[in-house]
């Protein structure tokens, strides 16, 4: 009753049906509607028949706040138990679908370990953190359409590619990474381009998810100068399918790590947006990878500020990926470039097996949860995908 | 009749109308439809009272052409004129609407004379090109919410600037400037992700707009390492409300240059993919470029197939820009970057000032048009914008 993440299933009869989580269990709000029982909150049932939470999304916070009250009556009143039990179904039963349209999405480099270890692996002997770097959340569009749910396969991508430094030549990727991120859901715009500031998130941001922003090296080493990645990111981003209400998240919010130098105002908040939130990286079952968030060095209500400061519009639907989750040491990284070291220290796995990369085959699965004494613990579920092999 | 572009306006009721241009009247197909005079299309009324061209789009190539001669016989047939003439509007009393609801937004680098002039300007004393630029469509996605309609003031954005390289601070930018392009628009996507070859375009591409790609390269200066642009080009892309079916442009395809060393397979083509299209700068009513969009190296079938040759889905609304189009003589340059060489030499203007970049209140309007001896002429109009001061 703490979290109420809500996402988007298909019935076995294949309508889409907006949820809450509850548990082992999903809660059918448009069969609760057509009941009679989310009445009042100006939403119809058509907005919970739809195929994404963006309707809901768009109602703006207040609405997202009686919604949430709502559903928690509905779910500890004793009265009420009977009436809402027909409406609950197994979430084993269930096939979850992408919860949002994505609009735009951005995504962000936050993490100081990550930047920086990517800085010492692909420029050694330079300075690891570009100048700008602790100046602003560097950060660049990516694609929308390929943003999927949990569960969808992920097809090997082929791009060009020059191991050698030669002519460089059609190939499916051979260094398939994985990049184990956070991902803010914007519920709410900002229209005419009014920039955001950070402590303004929680008007505009419903929820986070986590995202995998899988990732083809050898793709990217060869076309990201001087635009930035394209092709070596594009094939493929996975998001988990309950997106967990920033409101069920306030006893998890911190302060993130010091900052120096200060960031110029526009991105200075006085509330703590930081977010306490174990995270870990599963491949084939066995745990390669742990660490936290609150360990990223911009925040993503910082994110957002920047993103929008120069008049930019964000609208519902829109996706803001933190970057890479990584720590300061080397079982708290989150891709294999950095677990690996670009491949130079391969992961031993339990069935003898090593990797440097993903093979065909591989699942990886991306979990997190917020667990502290005397607090509720808040699960975000997985994101999970398979390597399947290149196209033909 | 020749052109038959396509376009969304409002009418006097405020109500969203698909239109076609014809020479200074646009015929309002809604109305057409309502009278049964696109019967057996396939089309119904909805999709012609929609506020973008994405449902037109979505049917797919042989529902464009049958639109097309349909809609030329109506205006061809002595019999039918009129039936057709009170359907028709004076397109100066109409406020045309953005186009498309803009799916992906990739922008491309594909003129070799940009790409090198902005490897001298800002790499001095380097090889202008970098090694991949010859092997592929360099591009990145940019950002689809601010993608505006011709018309549409563009307010000078705010964003982190370092002009002597110290600390950087916010402020209005003060290196505004255009880029003359062209964009594709995407009719009908590759479900799945199946990658469309060069050869395949006509299938996917409905047709071409005029694009302005604004930039501030102060902002972008100072963002762009390791992760591309993003700020200094995110507040505003402006397109033409026009858009010019490619099937219109059919006697203006034309081989593009030669390409040395020649591009891996899935970048060749058989058929002519190039545009021999006159293109024109024109800033506060004065010509300052003139160019031609068949100097471009790579085309943009070129591009879609770049796009997609790793697995990614590309939909209905999808806008591909082909990156600023220069010519290899100063006076074909498409961008105030290269027209004053970064600023060192001051453009003239006839009311005696002068211009490195753009300055509040001015207007730029980048027009096009396929005019060659023999072959009808086909307009592309204009995409025009002011810019307005930064935010106070």
Redesign the interface.
């Known amino acids: 009753l703490e979290n109420l993440p809500l996402g988007v299933f298909r019935r076995s009869d294949g309508a889409p049906r907006v949820g809450v989580a509850i548990g082992d269990h999903a809660l059918d709000l448009a069969a609760a509607a057509r009941r009679g029982l989310l009445d009042g909150l100006g939403l119809d049932v058509a907005v919970f028949e739809a195929s994404s939470l963006n309707a809901v999304l768009g109602r703006g916070r207040e609405v997202w706040s009686a919604l949430r009250s709502r559903v928690r009556d509905l779910l500890s009143e004793p009265g009420s138990r009977e009436v809402v039990e027909p409406l609950l179904a197994s979430r084993m039963d269930l096939t979850m679908l992408l919860p949002i349209e994505v609009?735009?999405f951005?995504d962000f480099?936050a993490s100081i370990h990550h930047a920086t270890n990517m800085g010492l692996i692909l420029r050694p002997g330079g300075e690891p953190l570009?100048p700008?770097w602790r100046?602003?959340p560097?950060?660049?569009?990516?694609?929308?359409?390929?943003v999927v749910v949990s569960g969808t396969p992920v097809?090997r991508?082929?791009?060009?590619i020059a191991p050698g430094g030669g002519?460089?030549?059609?190939a499916p990727s051979r260094m398939l990474d994985i990049e184990l991120e956070v991902g803010a859901v914007v519920g709410t715009?900002n229209p005419g381009?009014r920039?955001i500031a950070p402590d303004e998130f929680a008007d505009h941001v419903f929820g986070f998810v986590l995202l995998n922003d899988w990732s083809?090296r050898d793709?990217q080493a060869?076309?990201?100068?001087?635009?930035?990645?394209?092709?070596?990111k594009?094939?493929?981003t996975s998001i988990s399918p309950w997106v967990v209400p920033l409101e069920a998240l306030r006893a998890y919010l911190v302060p993130g790590p010091p900052q120096d130098?200060p960031p110029?105002?526009?991105l200075r908040s006085e509330q703590a947006w930081a977010v306490d939130l174990d995270l870990a990286v599963d491949l084939n079952g066995q745990r390669v990878a742990s660490t936290n968030f609150a360990s990223m060095y911009w925040t993503l209500a910082q994110a957002l500020a920047?993103?929008t400061?120069?008049?930019?519009?964000?609208?519902t639907g829109?996706l803001l990926g933190s970057g890479t989750v990584s720590g300061p040491d080397p079982g708290t990284y989150g891709s294999l470039m950095e677990l690996t070291w670009r491949g130079r220290d391969p992961l031993p796995l339990a069935d003898g097996s090593s990797r440097t990369f993903l093979e065909d085959g591989d699942t990886v699965s991306l979990t997190g949860w917020c667990q502290r004494e005397g607090r509720p613990r808040i699960g975000f579920g997985e994101v999970a995908g398979t390597v399947v092999p290149a196209?033909g």
Chains 1, 2 share one sequence.
Do not use: K, W
Not at 157 to 160: E, M, R, S, Y
Not at 167 to 170: D, G, I, K, Q, R
């Open positions: 609009a735009d951005a480099y570009m700008n100046h602003l560097v950060g660049y569009h990516g694609r929308s359409s390929t097809t991508p082929c791009g060009l002519t460089p030549a059609l715009g381009g920039p083809a793709i060869y076309e990201y100068q001087p635009l930035g990645p394209f092709l070596g594009s094939f493929a130098p110029d105002p526009y920047h993103l400061v120069n008049g930019a519009v964000v609208r829109d196209r």
